[in-house]
């Protein structure tokens, strides 16, 4: 079993849910990643999903476009966050998954081999690649998997029964289940079929089922939690990072934490 | 693309470009689309009613001209052009744009969403939203939106909305990626009418089938009055779809040579073009791979262009596929050489082209100028100049000489 799979099971037996956040590598520097992943280790997240900044970022709202600005205005690349990753891999506890999540444009300009090898480089267990769908990803998987890296699917409202069932047998580490039709950003609340789709996924799912999109509060980070193994959290935590706000960071960490029992 | 092959059946492939690189929220649109787009296209009362559309809205067919004088100045090869500039609307657009309205009424879909760049494809989907009755949502960079403004009143008249794109360059590109993102959060009940031969399969497919009238077209009226086919076809590359229009008729009559021109913006060495595959690299872009202008770390980089329509830094996977296997060849024309099209046109022949199509016209002024007079070569008018007419006075400095 992948890292990222283990260490969010062991997560779930103890009783609680998975929390990954968000970040985007150099919003503040590529010098904050660092202290950034240290942070969020302490904190505790169950891993760590750390986004590449690009210039046509499709699949994403505002705050994390604004923040890719601001990283690509800082020079970021993914072969320095990759370089800058594996600087201070030894401080990232072994259980702590990082993952990277990349439009799929610079991990081709990078070279497919030479990418999959600097990611064991850096220690890196499973990547994330937004305009990637299930179609496509055949050749890519397989070297993943080789390497022991996962390659987490998303699945999205807008999949029927039978492609569910075709993502959830070939995602590896865990599904990204997005909540919402539409782009990352803060979302005020969820579609009231959302429950139904995530238990019926997580029903098929031989993998854990994560939720992500939209999930900014720890009502929402709790509400989610319940049909699923956990949640991401993104526009949130780039927002909070960006506004110095660790202590709304920790808040969200600690509501995967709690009353998770009381609910089921 | 051997990467990018796997297990999994790949879709929309012209060699080893084109494929389907988006949101897994999109997914099911594509294989809806694609399952509409087959079965429509079986269906003749689906053909006819385009026709009907096509003949008596649009105006089509469109002439074959013969451009004496242009022909006589250059002292080469008889030119023809496929006046596609006197369409409904002003240009090939159109063609694609109703095919498209129609399509998505099929789905049930009466909502519409697009990305325009000189806004001829953006007046077109307005135009054909108006005709049929469907709400309009039209994306369009704030260069752009400078460049073309008579163009965006008229989308306004049309009763589209129409939204500036303030990031990246406010180019094509960037409106393309602000459509996405409104498909990607309305596709349940959006149609999103792609304006170029570009995006995720089966977008290049449709879009190319609803040009394909152009060259069809085209390949009977020079049999009619040549009694032959061409020698050389040429269209100006955008995304690629008056071109792959044109072209995808004469594929397989090898002896007919293909030409695309590219936009070499300042000059290919200035590295401010929108010449994809002159200055290219594979790539994956809005749901394609293609040749796209890119650094070294796989970050797309900017197009540059006189002309709005042209300034994208791809060119559809077809296109990609017809340079990789020889078929066709792709040569640039910088904004200088654009602008000399478009007064020889005016002058030799009482025609201002677009900005677009003077690419063409001066690259075949050239290509003519080197071959035989018994020979043949037609040009796609892609569309009229009127559009383009308040940018070429600021670039020729206020006057005409
Ligand atoms: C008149 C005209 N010609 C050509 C183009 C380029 O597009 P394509 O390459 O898809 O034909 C445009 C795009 O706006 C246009 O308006």
């Given at each position: 079993m992948n890292q990222v799979e283990k260490s969010i099971r062991s997560c779930v037996e103890q009783g609680r849910k998975a929390f990954v956040p968000y970040i985007m590598a150099g919003d503040g520097g590529l010098g904050s990643l660092r202290d950034k992943v240290l942070f969020l280790q302490d904190a505790g997240a169950t891993a760590i999903e750390i986004g590449i900044p690009f210039s046509d970022p499709v699949a994403d709202g505002e705050t994390i476009q604004q923040a890719g600005e601001r990283a690509l205005a800082e020079g970021v690349t993914l072969r320095a966050v990759l370089q800058s990753l594996q600087s201070f891999k030894k401080e990232v506890k072994p259980e702590m998954p990082l993952l990277i999540m990349s439009y799929l444009n610079p991990i081709l300009a990078y070279g497919m081999d030479a990418f999959v090898q600097s990611l064991r480089e850096s220690g890196v267990s499973g990547l994330i690649i937004p305009d990637l769908p299930l179609e496509e990803s055949g050749h890519i998987k397989e070297l993943l998997t080789e390497n022991g890296i996962a390659l987490i699917q998303l699945v999205s409202l807008t999949s029927d029964q039978k492609r569910m069932a075709a993502i959830a047998e070939q995602s590896t580490g865990f599904i990204y289940a997005v909540?919402?039709?539409?782009?990352?950003g803060a979302r005020e609340g969820f579609n009231e079929s959302l429950a139904t789709h995530l238990q019926s996924l997580k029903s098929i799912s031989p993998v854990p089922v994560l939720a992500g999109f939209g999930i900014s509060t720890p009502a929402h980070v709790e509400q989610l939690s319940i049909h699923t193994d956990g949640v991401i959290v993104g526009s949130a935590i780039v927002d909070a990072f960006d506004n110095g706000d660790t202590a709304r960071i920790s808040q969200l960490i600690e509501a995967s934490k709690t009353k998770m029992r009381a609910a089921h | 693309m051997e990467q990018m092959s796997g297990s999994v059946k790949q879709k929309g492939r012209y060699g080893k470009f084109g494929g389907q690189y988006v949101p897994e929220t999109l997914m099911s649109a594509l294989i809806e689309l694609e399952a509409a787009y087959d079965d429509a296209s079986q269906d003749p009362t689906f053909t006819e009613e385009l026709d009907y559309y096509l003949r008596d809205?649009?105006?089509?067919?469109?002439p074959l001209y013969f451009a004496e004088r242009l022909t006589k100045k250059i002292g080469g090869a008889k030119i023809y052009l496929k006046r596609e500039d006197l369409n409904h609307t002003g240009a090939h657009k159109i063609n694609n744009s109703i095919g498209q309205a129609l399509l998505a009424m099929r789905m049930g879909k009466r909502k519409i969403v697009a990305e325009t760049g000189a806004g001829q494809h953006g007046v077109a989907t307005a135009t054909a939203c108006a005709l049929f009755g469907l709400d309009c949502i039209i994306f369009m960079g704030k260069e752009d939106v400078r460049r073309q403004e008579l163009n965006v009143f008229r989308m306004e008249l049309l009763g589209a909305k129409v939204v500036p794109v303030e990031k990246g360059s406010g180019t094509l590109k960037d409106a393309v990626n602000e459509a996405l993102r409104y498909w990607v959060a309305h596709v349940e009940d959006t149609h999103y009418i792609l304006g170029?031969?570009?995006?995720?399969?089966?977008f290049p497919r449709i879009v190319r089938d609803f040009q394909r009238v152009i060259g069809v077209e085209t390949r009977r009226q020079i049999l009619e009055k040549e009694g032959r086919l061409p020698d050389a076809v040429v269209a100006c590359i955008g995304g690629g779809s008056n071109a792959i229009g044109m072209f995808h008729p004469f594929?397989?009559?090898?002896k007919v040579a293909l030409y695309g021109v590219e936009a070499a913006g300042s000059g290919i060495g200035t590295g401010l073009h929108a010449a994809a595959i002159a200055g290219g690299k594979e790539g994956v872009l809005h749901g394609a791979y293609m040749y796209i202008l890119q650094d070294e770390d796989g970050f797309i980089q900017e197009a540059h262009s006189i002309s709005a329509g042209l300034d994208y830094p791809a060119v559809g996977p077809e296109h990609c596929h017809l340079y990789d296997i020889g078929r066709a060849v792709y040569t640039s024309v910088t904004d200088e050489g654009a602008l000399a099209g478009l007064r020889l046109l005016s002058e030799t022949e009482g025609i201002i082209p677009a900005l677009e199509s003077a690419h063409a016209i001066q690259y075949v002024a050239e290509l003519a100028k080197g071959m035989r007079p018994d020979e043949v070569v037609v040009v796609c008018l892609s569309g009229r100049g009127d559009k383009d007419v308040q940018t070429v006075r600021d670039a020729l400095g206020g006057g005409t000489r």
């Open positions: 909540t919402v039709n539409g782009i990352t | 809205f649009v105006g089509r067919e469109t170029s031969a570009l995006g995720p399969h089966p594929v397989k009559d090898e």
